[in-house]
C-alpha cells in the first residue's frame, strides 16, 4: 500500500505537507525535529509521529474552514506507559500538547459512527474499560505492518479495527457482538505476530507461546484451529519465509544455513517439507530464481508515487 516518509526540521514542511488537520503552537526555545512515516490502507490512514513538543488544536474558525468529517484514534506512547484517545474532527478542540510519540489513524465519520454509537461523546476523552489494552496492542500491531499490507490485507485489517473499536468502544448489542469476533481476531493475529518474529527460534512450540502470550493451551488451540492448529502454522510460516529467501537472487547463504536459521533441526526434515509444500526442492527454486534474474536483468519495481497527504485525507 503507497506510503511515505519525512522527517525534517523545518516546522514550514512539515505544516505544509502534514499539518492540515490542526492549529499548533511550537515551543520558541525548542528546535523542531520530526520522523513521520503515513500508510494509506483505502479506507483509513496510519501515521506514526516521533516529534519534538508542541501543542495542538481545532478552532470553530478551522472546522468551518476545512470541513473534514473524519475522526482520528490517536495512541500516546509515554515510556512504558499508553494513552488512547479518540478525536472528532467535527468539534472544536482546545490547545493541547501532543506525546512526542503516537500513532494515529484517521478514518471517515461514517465508518466510525456505523460501529460506536454515540461516537461523538468520546471526542477527546482519554478512553478505558476492558479490552481497550487489546485494541491498544491491535493499533500497533497494525501500525508495524501497514506498509508491507497488500490491498485485500489492508481491507481486513481495516475491518478488524473497526469491528474491535466497535466491541471496545461501544456499548451496544450489536457493537458487542461485532467485538466478540474481532477480539479472537485481534489475539490470532497478535499470536502469529508473536511467532513469525520467532520462527528461527527451534523451541517455538505451544506451551512456549501459551506462557509468552498469557494465554493456556487450551485458549490457544482453540485460536488456531481454524487454522490447522498451532504447529501447522508454525511450519507453514517457516516455509513461506524460506521460499522468499531461495526466490530472492540477492540471498547467498547455503540452503542449510537458511534451514537452520529457520529452526528447521535437519536440512533433510526442511527439503522433505519444503518438496511436500511447492512441490519443488529447494535448491530448485534458487537457481530457477538466479537464471531468471541473469536472463532479465529483472529490477524490482519502483515505488508507488505517493499522493499528498491532504490528498488522502480527503479521498478518504
Not at 497488500?150 to 468502544?169: H, K, N
Amino acid at each position: 500500500m503507497p506510503s511515505s516518509e519525512l522527517k525534517s526540521s523545518d516546522v514550514s514542511t512539515w505544516s505544509h505537507r502534514v499539518g492540515v488537520m490542526f492549529e499548533t503552537r511550537f515551543a520558541d526555545d525548542q528546535a523542531f525535529s520530526i520522523s513521520l512515516r503515513n500508510s494509506h490502507l483505502g479506507g483509513m490512514i496510519v501515521s506514526e509521529m516521533r516529534t519534538s513538543p508542541f501543542h495542538f488544536a481545532r478552532s470553530p474558525a478551522k472546522l468551518r474552514s476545512d470541513m473534514l468529517d473524519h475522526f482520528m484514534l490517536r495512541l500516546d506512547l509515554v515510556g512504558q506507559q499508553s494513552r488512547l484517545n479518540l478525536i472528532d474532527f467535527g468539534q472544536a478542540l482546545d490547545y493541547a500538547p501532543l506525546a512526542t510519540h503516537n500513532i494515529c489513524i484517521i478514518l471517515p465519520r461514517r465508518t466510525v459512527t456505523d460501529a460506536v454509537g454515540r461516537a461523538e461523546y468520546l471526542h477527546g476523552a482519554a478512553l478505558g474499560g476492558p479490552g481497550v489494552d487489546l485494541l491498544k496492542g491491535y493499533v500497533q500491531l497494525l501500525n508495524q505492518q501497514a506498509p508491507y499490507l497488500q490491498t485485500a490485507q489492508a481491507d481486513g485489517a481495516a475491518r478488524a479495527l473497526i469491528d474491535l473499536m466497535a466491541g471496545t468502544l461501544s456499548g451496544t448489542h450489536q457493537g458487542q457482538e461485532r467485538g466478540r469476533a474481532a477480539v479472537t481476531l485481534a489475539a490470532t493475529q497478535r499470536a502469529q505476530a508473536y511467532i513469525n518474529a520467532r520462527l528461527g527460534d527451534p523451541g517455538l512450540r505451544p506451551g512456549q507461546i501459551a506462557r509468552d502470550l498469557g494465554l493456556s493451551r487450551s485458549a490457544l488451540y482453540r485460536l488456531f484451529e481454524p487454522l490447522g492448529g498451532v504447529a501447522s502454522v508454525v511450519l507453514e510460516r517457516r516455509l513461506e519465509r524460506a521460499y522468499r529467501l531461495l526466490s530472492d537472487p540477492r540471498e547467498t547463504r547455503q540452503v542449510s544455513t537458511i534451514a537452520h536459521a529457520l529452526g528447521f533441526g535437519s536440512e533433510s526434515h526442511f527439503a522433505r517439507a519444503f518438496r511436500q509444500r511447492f512441490g519443488h526442492r529447494p535448491s530448485d527454486v534458487r537457481m530457477g530464481a538466479r537464471a531468471t534474474s541473469a536472463s532479465s536483468g529483472a529490477q524490482l519495481a519502483p515505488a508507488l508515487a505517493d499522493r499528498p497527504f491532504a490528498a488522502w485525507l480527503s479521498g478518504l
